[in-house]
């Protein structure tokens, strides 16, 4: 994929980062969003 600009790029990488943590589900973690998992694992600690 070719970006026009560093900004376009920026842009590119920050979302596909917050897919990776917030959209993303994993079967290994049980369906969830790595960020679901996280907040179901302190929910659970407390």
Not at 23 to 40: N, T
Request: glycine content about 2%; charged content about 35%; aromatic content about 14%.
């Amino acid at each position: 994929m070719h970006y026009r600009s560093r900004r376009e790029l920026e842009q590119a990488i920050h979302d596909y980062i917050r897919y990776y943590n917030e959209d993303r589900i994993k079967e290994k973690l049980g369906y969830l969003s790595p960020v679901e998992y996280r907040q179901q694992q302190l929910l659970l600690s407390a």
